[in-house]
């Protein structure tokens, strides 16, 4: 464990942007969810109604399980419960392999062996900083429910079993970055793991058999039963859990050698296949944009069918205000929470399409771009080979998701899926951010480009909070978007057709300044 702690200094000093985003803005939404469930819903009988139709339908169930409670603190926990864990271990178990398993793809895990570093101390500083982060997580989003009116004990158990669930997901993700040379194939094997998880707790609220929710840290965020009898000892599985588990990468990581994994990794073709370096773009971006449209293409489906009954659901004198002020008299309850909720996932998109826009620095960073470009490839080429896929691959992401929600929702994918597709130029102006950033501040850009997503984020939470308006709502491009499928939304061209033009101007500027400076690696 030698270097442990020095590893640890290191992982904050890298993550120092991205740690505090995801804290805060996770920690807030539990607030957020309990003040607008007690303003739509202002008595016990319209929190009867809608926990009554909300369980009769099975795409709610699936999505989110069975409500406990139809109060204030029950609702809440029944709406972010396994939203929170879903993101909470996304981004646990990609923290967990940008510091193993990638360090370890990079050469840098065996500079840093050479020196007074202990074999055990990356992963080890790994699952103290990512833990520590979830549970201080949960911790924080305690006093923003307290001041809601929920009781503080059932308020740090919610918070308390969402932190387990994201430390449950950086274990799994310590034992696949043992089995594998990829960091790409250990991400697919555990966010596939986290899948199954999701399954099993699904099954067991629709498929009406308690057991399968108990082998998934899904289900035992439901089952600690937080603000409906409190049930404090259901967190003994995730500590169990993680011990095991953790114990479980130490081992196996004393088994194979550094940058090795346990499983053989698949011989490719005795003979070159690729065709340039647009060729090779697309063998690099392929596999993790299928991905993403394979989870996005689930998610719009699952979202459609949880719409069709939201007209019920959200028949609230508040909520019907709300669709009468944003989509006029006519706009039906289900379209305005659609829109609501499409506007969030646009910013999903935006961060997958950011993985794509940072893939050749990260190439450049690797030494690889050095290889390619010795070849005829010219710089120019090889850096429009990754933005290409970084303004295709959202644009295909976004079509997925309006398509497979519009087809489930009401049988007019072309309506819902123009809507969805609004939103591409505003992800476009901050994957221009990125490529301006890659351009003229290399070592910065990804610090950069999260961080304006994660401005945008904030921008749009204050104004959900109506602490934000006028300049400061302007600054995030996704406000400049019309909600088509409320009457409200006026005419998209202008302000789309600007918001192009903004995503063109920044992206023109980076690639003519990464012609002007030198490679680097650091």
Same mark, same amino acid.
């Given at each position: 464990?030698?270097?442990?702690?020095?590893?640890?200094?290191?992982?904050?000093?890298? *993550?120092?942007?991205?740690?505090?985003? +995801?804290?805060? $803005? %996770?920690?807030?939404?539990?607030?957020?969810?309990?003040?607008?469930?007690?303003?739509?819903?202002?008595?016990?009988?319209?929190?009867? /109604?809608?926990?009554?139709?909300?369980?009769?339908?099975?795409?709610? @169930?699936?999505?989110?399980?069975?409500?406990?409670?139809?109060?204030?603190?029950?609702?809440?926990?029944?709406?972010?419960?396994?939203?929170?864990?879903?993101?909470?271990?996304?981004?646990? $178990?990609?923290?967990?392999?940008?510091?193993?398993?990638?360090?370890?793809?990079?050469?840098?895990?065996?500079? #840093?062996?050479?020196?007074?570093? =202990?074999?055990?101390?990356?992963?080890?500083? /790994?699952?103290?900083?990512?833990?520590?982060?979830?549970?201080?997580?949960?911790?924080?989003?305690?006093?923003?429910?307290?001041?809601?009116?929920?009781?503080?004990?059932? %308020? @740090?158990?919610?918070?308390?079993?969402?932190?387990?669930?994201?430390?449950?997901?950086?274990?799994?993700?310590?034992?696949?970055?043992?089995?594998?040379?990829?960091?790409?194939?250990?991400?697919?094997?555990?966010?596939?793991?986290?899948?199954?998880?999701?399954?099993?707790?699904?099954?067991?609220?629709?498929?009406?058999?308690?057991?399968?929710?108990?082998?998934?840290?899904? =289900?035992?965020?439901?089952?600690?039963?937080?603000?409906?009898?409190?049930?404090?000892?259901? #967190?003994?599985?995730?500590?169990?859990?993680?011990?095991?588990?953790?114990?479980?990468?130490?081992?196996?990581?004393?088994?194979?050698?550094?940058?090795?994994?346990?499983?053989?990794?698949?011989?490719?073709?005795?003979?070159?296949?690729?065709?340039?370096?647009?060729?090779?773009?697309?063998?690099?971006?392929?596999?993790? @944009?299928?991905?993403?449209?394979?989870?996005?293409?689930?998610?719009?489906?699952?979202?459609?069918?949880?719409?069709?009954?939201?007209?019920?659901?959200?028949?609230?004198?508040?909520?019907?205000?709300?669709?009468?002020?944003?989509?006029? %008299?006519?706009?039906?309850?289900?379209?305005?929470?659609?829109?609501?909720?499409?506007?969030?996932?646009?910013?999903?998109?935006?961060?997958?399409?950011?993985?794509?826009?940072?893939?050749?620095?990260?190439?450049?960073?690797?030494?690889?771009?050095?290889?390619?470009?010795?070849?005829?490839? =010219?710089?120019?080429? +090889?850096?429009?080979?990754?933005?290409?896929?970084?303004?295709?691959?959202?644009?295909? #992401? @976004?079509?997925?998701?309006?398509?497979?929600?519009?087809?489930?929702?009401?049988? *007019? /994918?072309?309506?819902?899926?123009? /809507?969805?597709?609004?939103?591409?130029?505003?992800? +476009?102006?901050?994957?221009?951010?990125?490529?301006?950033?890659?351009?003229?501040?290399?070592?910065?850009?990804?610090?950069?480009?999260?961080?304006?997503?994660?401005?945008?984020?904030?921008?749009?939470?204050?104004?959900?909070?109506?602490?934000?308006?006028?300049?400061? #709502?302007?600054?995030?491009?996704?406000?400049?978007?019309?909600?088509?499928?409320? *009457?409200?939304?006026?005419?998209?061209?202008?302000?789309?057709?600007?918001?192009?033009?903004?995503?063109?101007?920044?992206?023109?500027?980076?690639?003519?300044?990464?012609?002007?400076?030198?490679?680097?690696?650091?």
């Amino acid at each position: 464990m030698t270097g442990t702690w020095s590893l640890i200094r290191l992982i904050l000093r890298r *993550d120092r942007v991205l740690l505090p985003l +995801w804290i805060v $803005i %996770s920690a807030l939404l539990p607030a957020s969810i309990a003040a607008s469930t007690a303003g739509l819903y202002t008595d016990q009988a319209a929190r009867d /109604a809608f926990a009554a139709a909300s369980m009769s339908n099975p795409a709610q @169930l699936a999505m989110r399980g069975v409500i406990h409670e139809a109060s204030v603190g029950g609702l809440t926990a029944w709406t972010l419960g396994s939203s929170l864990t879903l993101i909470g271990g996304l981004v646990s $178990i990609l923290l967990v392999l940008r510091h193993t398993r990638a360090e370890e793809e990079a050469g840098r895990r065996e500079l #840093l062996s050479s020196g007074v570093v =202990g074999r055990h101390a990356p992963l080890a500083a /790994a699952l103290v900083v990512v833990p520590a982060a979830n549970v201080l997580l949960g911790l924080l989003s305690v006093p923003g429910l307290v001041a809601n009116g929920l009781p503080a004990g059932s %308020s @740090l158990l919610f918070g308390l079993s969402v932190a387990g669930g994201g430390c449950a997901f950086a274990a799994v993700a310590a034992v696949t970055a043992q089995l594998t040379a990829s960091s790409g194939t250990a991400r697919g094997l555990a966010i596939g793991v986290g899948g199954l998880m999701f399954a099993l707790r699904a099954a067991a609220d629709t498929g009406g058999v308690a057991w399968p929710a108990w082998l998934s840290p899904f =289900g035992w965020v439901r089952l600690t039963r937080a603000y409906a009898g409190d049930r404090w000892w259901v #967190l003994g599985l995730f500590v169990v859990f993680v011990a095991v588990l953790a114990a479980g990468a130490f081992a196996l990581s004393v088994r194979r050698d550094v940058a090795g994994g346990l499983l053989p990794a698949r011989q490719g073709p005795a003979t070159g296949t690729l065709r340039g370096a647009f060729g090779l773009a697309g063998r690099l971006h392929r596999g993790t @944009l299928a991905g993403f449209a394979i989870g996005f293409g689930l998610l719009g489906a699952l979202l459609g069918v949880s719409a069709r009954g939201l007209d019920t659901q959200l028949n609230t004198p508040q909520f019907r205000d709300l669709a009468a002020v944003l989509g006029g %008299s006519g706009a039906r309850v289900s379209d305005v929470f659609f829109s609501f909720v499409m506007y969030v996932l646009s910013q999903l998109v935006t961060g997958a399409a950011l993985v794509s826009a940072l893939r050749a620095r990260g190439e450049e960073v690797a030494g690889r771009a050095d290889l390619l470009l010795s070849t005829p490839v =010219g710089r120019l080429r +090889w850096a429009l080979s990754h933005l290409a896929f970084a303004l295709a691959g959202p644009a295909l #992401l @976004l079509a997925v998701l309006g398509v497979a929600a519009g087809l489930a929702y009401d049988c *007019d /994918a072309l309506r819902v899926a123009g /809507a969805t597709l609004a939103y591409l130029p505003a992800v +476009w102006t901050v994957v221009g951010i990125a490529t301006l950033a890659f351009g003229v501040l290399p070592g910065l850009a990804a610090a950069v480009s999260w961080t304006a997503l994660g401005i945008f984020l904030v921008v749009d939470l204050l104004a959900e909070f109506r602490l934000a308006s006028g300049v400061v #709502l302007d600054v995030s491009p996704f406000v400049h978007v019309p909600a088509l499928l409320l *009457d409200g939304a006026g005419s998209p061209v202008a302000p789309l057709l600007a918001l192009t033009a903004v995503a063109g101007a920044l992206a023109v500027a980076g690639l003519a300044l990464l012609r002007r400076r030198d490679l680097a690696t650091a």
